[in-house]
């Protein structure tokens, strides 16, 4: 009788424990078979905000300067806990997303990719259209602002720097064998051949992290979304595939990284994105695929090139035709619905939006600012970069369906970097690459419908 | 009252072990069963069940299989590499000189480390390009070993993580082989040597039948390890050069928190769960079975 009640009191424990361990609300159980849209999380026009809080959790992977920090505690009395992990496709966005599930208290986040505006559309982040301090961005960064979010006319994010692709250089080597700096495609491979008849290997990348592969992957993007703006659209409907002959032929461009063409330092795989620099500034290569936010790294380093740097754009162009390059604003900073300093996140944000901290930040990260009249004078390759910029934007493509929800391609975000590192790795032809690639839109289109 | 207390004395003595146990591993191991049949993203209030989807998804996918393809070499590898340097380094080490002991030391405090520290350590000192191994293989004059990327090249990477865990972990299993030669009685050798067997035969007849409980249990503790190895591939490798050290761990990590698809994630745990407890149930019958006790 006892033995059976101690295992019934057992029984019971478990049972609340395992009940009290369940905090999610309701749900549908009903069975389906195919996974069916959630619903919006939390209704944020409704949420309660802290009146005075004496801080709030900033998480990012894009540090920000202490002396604005400081700044902000100064003025307003509340500090900002800054909480940086580094790498913002892999690293920060599996931590921040690790933290958002457990409830974590999080206020300010950063943001990039997908991430963008799937948090716009469900809610996760509160709406900016109406700060007053908005307008202190330019009205070119203010319509960028609803475009990665897909949501016209409306702002979810903040972003205090441009962004574009380019190829940082050593100006020495390049001015020892007569080089000119690359406009076209054509006058790059030349280059890269030009450097390796005299030893110098042309390039470096950080592949380890993967995500630095997307530089070279946007030699062959961006053609397609510059003169096709309905480039994913035409993609998921089938009118357009990656097997396509002309598209296989721009691939071709990728051949840069097999490994017998000898473009690349050895070890490409092996190597991540910092030390990537580090083997620039070894003079073990010439060129380093990398975007403007390079600059950072550089500082990072605490060692001082012996040798002028300089950036050229991405060569995506061919001969004949005039040079473009993608803006894009990736660095992206939102405020959280769930949290509870909603006001007091707003109210950093916009602080950042003054022109006065917009230089400071701008300073600190060498990058071209997004706020009105703000101009950094300290960017490395900062009249390079300026020039980039001048370049023919590359449209913000469309990736809309027709009936205006934004196209999800996960399989193809998923197996794009890891195609790229096989041909890297002399494992697969670009033509194969063109094969899977549409392998993964295909599926992405299947699961789609 | 008595008789009461001697009743109940177990199961008041096992309650709290079984609340902890309970509600920290056994609860979170159901509720990750449940998740794996819905569509969570990790983030949301709410969520459906989608029945089998997830499962179904995932046996569809390459990068699963291609996963469990390289944690059980990785397994194996590492069973056996480490089995057979933890033996040898408790057959070399197993007289208590002063020597002996310090150098036992030496060979444990690498499982004392951390793993991401031993990652990172390992990362630097494998790189082609300024790690420490090419940089000695070239100071040597060994060219085509020193141009070998252990890390960015597929066909040495996993031996990259292995050898990685091996140096981490052979110092532990030796110690527990140093436990069980402690236990073999020395008359056995003495009538082993007095018949004229050879120092082979003496490991091979005497000392390895009797440590085999400690290689059960060296080889178990190893086994579930290694399934669920996350952390050395994760920092030295990054599950690369593409996929060729993406380990099922690795994996459930990226579909919950990179693809915010914590339902598939939790479907792989589920599997990674299953994978764990089938293989070490067989293991462990399988040695138990060859055990000799004295």
Request: charged content about 20%; some cysteine; aromatic content about 12%.
């Amino acid at each position: 009788m006892l033995k059976r009640t101690a295992i019934l009191l057992m029984v019971i424990i478990l049972l609340v424990a395992f009940v009290g361990c369940n905090t999610k609300d309701a749900t549908t159980d009903k069975p389906t078979d195919a996974p069916k849209e959630t619903t919006k999380a939390t209704d944020n026009t409704t949420k309660d905000t802290m009146d005075n809080p004496e801080y709030i959790n900033f998480m990012t992977p894009w540090e920000l300067p202490q002396e604005i920090l400081d700044k902000f505690k100064d003025e307003t009395g509340i500090e900002v806990k800054q909480d940086v992990v580094p790498n913002s496709g892999q690293d920060y966005r599996q931590a921040r997303n690790a933290r958002m599930a457990a409830g974590s208290e999080l206020d300010v986040i950063g943001a990039d990719g997908a991430d963008v505006p799937d948090f716009a559309s469900n809610g996760t982040v509160v709406e900016l259209t109406d700060e007053p301090w908005m307008s202190n961005f330019t009205p070119a960064t203010l319509e960028k602002f609803s475009a990665i979010s897909q949501s016209p006319g409306k702002q979810f994010w903040t972003v205090y720097e441009a962004l574009t692709v380019g190829v940082w250089y050593n100006k020495d080597m390049f001015a020892e064998y007569n080089i000119e700096k690359p406009t076209t495609y054509d006058e790059f491979l030349a280059a890269c051949d030009t450097l390796k008849a005299n030893g110098i290997t042309p390039l470096v990348q950080g592949g380890k992290d993967q995500w630095p592969l997307d530089q070279e992957f946007s030699m062959f993007m961006n053609p397609l979304q510059m003169y096709n703006v309905n480039f994913f659209p035409d993609l998921m409907s089938g009118k357009v595939k990656f097997t396509d002959p002309d598209i296989v032929k721009l691939a071709e461009r990728l051949q840069i990284l097999y490994p017998s063409n000898g473009y690349y330092v050895a070890g490409i795989l092996s190597t991540s994105y910092d030390q990537a620099w580090q083997l620039m500034l070894q003079k073990k290569a010439a060129m380093w695929f990398m975007g403007s936010w390079g600059s950072e790294v550089m500082v990072k380093s605490n060692v001082e090139a012996d040798f002028e740097i300089g950036a050229f754009g991405i060569p995506s162009s061919n001969a004949g035709q005039d040079g473009f390059t993608p803006h894009f604003l990736s660095r992206n900073f939102g405020v959280l619905a769930t949290s509870e300093k909603i006001d007091a996140g707003k109210q950093f944000l916009g602080f950042m939006a003054q022109p006065d901290i917009a230089k400071i930040y701008a300073d600190n990260g060498m990058t071209i600012s997004t706020v009105d009249g703000v101009v950094s004078e300290t960017m490395i390759a900062g009249d390079d970069w300026k020039a980039i910029f001048a370049r023919t934007p590359v449209p913000e493509p469309n990736i809309l369906d027709p009936n205006g929800k934004v196209y999800t391609t996960p399989e193809f975000g998923k197996q794009k970097l890891g195609l790229l590192a096989l041909i890297a790795a002399g494992d697969l032809t670009t033509e194969e690459f063109c094969t899977e690639l549409q392998k993964s839109i295909d599926l992405d289109i299947e699961n789609w419908k | 009252m008595q008789k009461l207390r001697k009743i109940t004395a177990p199961y008041m003595l096992i309650l709290p072990a079984f609340i902890l146990y309970t509600s920290i591993m056994f609860i979170p191991a159901l509720e990750n069963i449940r998740i794996s049949f819905t569509n969570w993203d990790g983030l949301s209030q709410t969520y459906d069940y989608i029945s089998y989807h997830n499962y179904a998804q995932i046996m569809k996918d390459q990068d699963f299989w291609n996963a469990i393809f390289v944690t059980f070499k990785i397994v194996i590898l590492v069973i056996l590499i480490q089995q057979t340097f933890g033996i040898l380094l408790a057959v070399i080490l197993e007289k208590n000189t002063r020597k002996n002991v310090f150098l036992r030391s030496l060979f444990f405090i690498p499982c004392l480390l951390n793993t991401v520290v031993v990652g990172l350590i390992f990362s630097y000192a494998l790189n082609v390009n300024f790690g420490i191994l090419n940089n000695f293989f070239n100071n040597i004059g060994l060219q085509k070993l020193a141009s070998i990327d252990w890390l960015g090249d597929a066909r040495y990477a996993s031996w990259a993580i292995v050898m990685t865990i091996v140096w981490q972990y052979s110092g532990y299993s030796s110690l527990l082989y140093l436990g069980a030669l402690k236990d073999i009685p020395k008359e056995l050798y003495e009538s082993c040597e007095l018949d004229g067997a050879s120092p082979w035969q003496r490991f091979w007849k005497i000392t390895f039948p009797l440590i085999s409980p400690a290689l059960t249990l060296n080889c178990l503790i190893t086994l579930i390890g290694t399934i669920r190895l996350f952390d050395i591939p994760f920092v030295l490798t990054n599950g690369g050069p593409a996929k060729a050290t993406q380990t099922i761990a690795m994996l459930l990590y990226r579909d919950t928190f990179h693809y915010r698809n914590a339902g598939r994630g939790a479907a792989n745990a589920t599997i990674l769960m299953a994978i764990i407890i089938v293989f070490s149930v067989i293991q462990t019958w399988y040695l138990r079975k060859r055990e000799v006790n004295m």
